[in-house]
T-cell receptor, first 112, second 113 residues
Framework: ELKVEQNPLFLSMQEGKNYTIYCNYS?????LYWYRQDPGKSLESLFV?????AVKQEGRLMASLDTKARLSTLHITAAVHDLSATYFC????????????FGTGTRLKVLA | EPEVTQTPSHQVTQMGQEVILRCVPI?????FYWYRQILGQKVEFLVS????????KSEIFDDQFSVERPDGSNFTLKIRSTKLEDSAMYFC???????????FGQGTRLTVV
């Protein structure tokens, strides 16, 4: 069974602090995506990671992919309130058919 | 910037009624998907569609569900006889290649009463 797990599920942090969200998946894939979702809104693409060792950075967020460990991380540096949202990783499975399996999501709340 | 558009944004329907959710994928995209998200929960895969046929479907996508690409632009999800547990946000997505970055529409909130 294809599984994508994230931890933590909930994260409450102070502004200015650093933290990492982890995304583990159960089957071989070299394509992983991070999305942000604000309450009641759609999924906004943040990062596209397409190979082992890929690292992408945008502002205070940095994502990386280790396909051998089947692990991706989303690192938050010096958090600000605007980063409060739910973050999902999604793994693309492309053996014959195509689908994206989403992680459980991490609800991030940054406290002022 | 090209985007995936979904209509309606919110639909309320009575249990047992049929609903059709509509999506217009990005014009040069070839792969289409439906996902659903029950309030506060994870995003669940329903079905993927390519070359005018279903590529893969999940166990959620039972006989009550069907998809169609009736013309060159629309992609629809039909729920034949809605149940209370079908209440969720339904997202359509498209990608230009299999496994490439998927772009999501703004969603249709379906409420079954």
């Amino acid at each position: 069974e294809l599984k994508v797990e994230q931890n933590p599920l909930f994260l409450s942090m102070q502004e200015g602090k650093n933290y990492t969200i982890y995304c583990n998946y159960s089957t071989t894939s070299d394509r992983l995506y991070w999305y942000r979702q604000d309450p009641g809104k759609s999924l906004e693409s943040l990062f596209v990671l397409l190979s082992n060792g890929a690292v992408k950075q945008e502002g205070r967020l940095m994502a990386s992919l280790d396909t051998k460990a089947r692990l991706s991380t989303l690192h938050i540096t010096a958090a600000v309130h605007d980063l409060s949202a739910t973050y999902f990783c999604a793994v693309a499975f492309t053996s014959g058919t195509y689908k994206y399996i989403f992680g459980t999501g991490t609800r991030l709340k940054v406290l002022a | 910037e090209p985007e995936v558009t979904q209509t309606p944004s919110h639909q309320v329907t009575q249990m047992g009624q049929e609903v059709i959710l509509r999506c217009v994928p990005i014009s040069n995209h070839l792969y289409f998907y439906w996902y659903r998200q029950i309030l506060g929960q994870k995003v669940e895969f329903l079905v993927s569609f390519y070359n005018n046929e279903i590529s893969e479907k999940s166990e959620i996508f039972d006989d009550q569900f069907s998809v169609e690409r009736p013309d060159g632009s629309n992609f629809t999800l039909k729920i034949r006889s809605t149940k209370l547990e079908d209440s969720a946000m339904y997202f359509c997505a498209s990608s230009d290649r299999g496994g490439a970055e998927a772009f999501f529409g703004q969603g249709t909130r379906l409420t079954v009463v």
